[in-house]
């Protein structure tokens, strides 16, 4: 009887990661369907744009910190080579890049994971380094100003000449 106990534990805990792996993915589905708190699906994704850019950096690390703990807390115990936290998160980390690594989801809800953190990882990985949002449309609204003084500029030129050509013609 001492056998079967770890066997069957085994089978209530992969059972119970299916469940879970099932769930996540039926949130995921039903967020994309419905909206979030009653918001539509292009609300919810503009909201995620804004997170993600807000502070590029702080994004990073929390999709392979927080992605690191979630896929570890669903495959451990259930994957050989996700024996620690530390794994997981070279997991994620690589998962956002070139993907090397000899660690693979076993669980469904892993794999939901995994799906998504190779989805959009490589782009917030690739987005690290740029400015936080803020810096950037303070960078855009100075831009902004530079082309109005150019236009104003430009528009006193352009009065001038045309000032000196009608001058010119009624000077003839």
Known sequence: MANI?????????????????????????????????????????????????KDPIDTLLATVLGGGALFHLLERGKNPR???????????ATSLSVG??????????????AALVQSFGPALAAGALSPPAADS???TQQS?????QILTQLEEIATLLRAQAAARDGSR
């Not at 996700?82 to 997991?91: A, G, K, P």
């Not at 090397?100 to 994971?113: H, I, L, M, R």
């Not at 902004?144 to 109005?148: D, G, K, L, T």
């Open 5 to 53: 106990e770890p066997a069957l534990q085994s089978a209530a805990e992969q059972a119970e990661n299916d469940r879970l792996g099932r769930m996540l993915l039926g949130a995921i589905g039903a967020a994309i369907a419905t909206g979030i708190g009653g918001s539509d699906y292009g609300e919810l994704k503009d909201r995620f744009r804004r997170a993600a850019t």
């Open 144 to 148: 902004a100003e530079v082309q109005r």
């Open 100 to 113: 090397y690594d000899d660690v693979f989801p076993k669980t469904p809800a892993g794999n939901a994971v």
């Open 137 to 139: 449309a303070a960078a």
């Open 82 to 92: 996700c024996n620690t936290y530390w794994d997981s998160v070279l997991y994620v």
